[in-house]
């Protein structure tokens, strides 16, 4: 039982990348799927959610606009669409499944993949 995070590279600024957040083991369709996101020295910061009921989706201001989450059951699988990306996204981006609504608050998930580094430099 795993979650799969990937995608993640070098980018210039105003680049884009698409991480994926694949599921083993078990179906992601009962669950919310949150990306967070973390640089060095700092907290955990959520960045978006999808719900599993509506497919309702959350943004943290610092990427609304910019960042486009989805997911496709069929696939067992979640994306993070970053695009305009500029050097203050610079983190480590994981992903994580919580039973309920969509929160942006990390503490309220339950399971969590590994991160994937994304780097924005020129």
């Known amino acids: 039982v795993q979650l799969q995070a990937s995608g993640g590279g070098l980018v210039q600024p105003g680049g884009s990348l698409k991480l994926s957040c694949a599921a083993s083991g078990f179906t992601l369709d009962y669950y919310v799927i949150g990306w967070f996101r973390q640089a060095p020295g700092k907290e955990r910061e959520g960045v978006s959610c999808?719900?599993?009921?509506?497919?309702?989706?959350l943004y943290a201001d610092s990427v609304k606009g910019r960042f486009s989450i989805s997911r496709d059951n069929a696939k067992n699988t979640g994306y993070l669409q970053m695009n305009s990306l500029k050097h203050e996204d610079t983190a480590v981006y994981y992903c994580a499944i919580v039973s309920g609504s969509c929160s942006l608050v990390s503490t309220r998930y339950d399971f969590w993949g590994q991160g994937t580094q994304v780097t924005v430099s020129s």
């Open positions: 999808i719900s599993s009921v509506d497919g309702s989706t």
